[in-house]
Nanobody, 126 residues
Framework: QVRLAESGGGSVQARGSLRLSCVVS??????????MAWFRQAPGKEREWVGA???????NYADSVTGRFTISKDNAKNTLYLQMNSLKPEDTAMYYC??????????????????WGQGTQVTVSS
């Protein structure tokens, strides 16, 4: 059973930084090519795609975070990261990481992701 565990959330002032981590356990044989993504959901709003890394390690980001957020994978630690800089109050949300069971190239809707973490809260004050 694959498990994803996010951490690193917290409260920060605008223009600050946070780094979120997502540790993958349970089935890591194909970790290197595992397609993963970050999503977020603010209270009263729909879940929003933040960015993704596909099986070819191509990175894509939502327009709202491009230039401020960076996704990376640490193969040795089976960990996905989301470095968030220049945070804004509108970045306040619960952040989730997600992973696919199969290899995938390109952008994918949330329905394609098989595994989800429990989320970590990020709160940005002005």
């Amino acid at each position: 059973q694959v498990r994803l565990a996010e951490s690193g959330g917290g409260s920060v002032q605008a223009r600050g930084s946070l780094r979120l981590s997502c540790v993958v356990s349970g089935y890591t044989a194909s970790w290197y090519v595992m397609a993963m993504a970050w999503f977020r959901q603010a209270p009263g709003k729909e879940r929003e795609w933040v960015g993704a890394i596909d099986s070819g390690r191509t990175l894509n980001y939502a327009d709202s975070v491009t230039g401020r957020f960076t996704i990376s994978k640490d193969n040795a630690k089976n960990t996905l990261y989301l470095q968030m800089n220049s945070l804004k109050p509108e970045d306040t949300a619960m952040y989730y990481c997600a992973a696919m069971r199969r290899t995938y190239y390109g952008l994918a809707p949330s329905s394609e992701y098989d595994y989800w973490g429990q989320g970590t809260q990020v709160t940005v004050s002005s």
